[in-house]
């Protein structure tokens, strides 16, 4: 009667393997798992320049200045954002915010920026932030400003999808007369 237990144990775990059933879980137990079952972001690299058009102060800035420091607050610009990805290709309103030394013009920069893209998005706009450097490039009468942002699609087709990018600014005279920048980053849709 044993031998009949163990050849009918040992014949019911040989079927099971035959038929593909294991000991081993096919539904993810780890957080690591789980995770591959999300659906994973498109992403969507782009590229650019950034340079103003008219006219390209829309709000002069509160500046304050203490001792070697030169505070700007609150000066909105209006900006082309020549973008490779359609979905971000239009019009960049700009509020530039930073402390920058008196003598020198260097500093850093931060602010907050609204692009309206030119391809109907169903009334979408892109908004985010940014921060970083201005620093004298060498060139005299020249900055450089090296900047980082982040941001997301409010509303329309562009609603919930983010952006990382980083530009580089050629700024012309102290206080700036002008810019030309470019400029590269990713677009996260869903």
Request: some cysteine.
């Amino acid at each position: 009667m044993k031998t009949l237990k163990c050849f009918l144990v040992l014949f019911s775990f040989v079927g099971l393997m035959l038929v593909g059933c294991s000991d081993q879980s096919q539904s993810p137990v780890s957080p690591m798992d789980q995770g591959s079952l999300e659906k994973k972001p498109t992403v969507t690299p782009f590229t650019g320049a950034d340079y103003p058009i008219p006219p390209y102060i829309l709000q002069e800035a509160v500046v304050h200045e203490q001792g070697q420091k030169r505070i700007v607050k609150g000066l909105k610009m209006q900006e082309r954002w020549e973008c490779s990805s359609d979905l971000m290709d239009g019009t960049w309103v700009n509020e530039v915010n930073g402390i920058q030394d008196k003598n020198t013009g260097e500093g850093t920069i931060y602010g907050k920026v609204t692009i309206t893209p030119f391809k109907d998005v169903g009334g979408g706009v892109w908004e985010g932030e940014y921060h970083g450097k201005i620093v004298q490039s060498g060139t005299p009468g020249i900055w450089t400003c090296t900047l980082s942002g982040l941001g997301h699609g409010r509303g329309g087709t562009i609603d919930g999808m983010k952006y990382k990018v980083d530009v580089i600014l050629n700024v012309f005279g102290f206080p700036a007369a002008g810019w030309y920048g470019t400029f590269s980053g990713t677009i996260y849709s869903h």
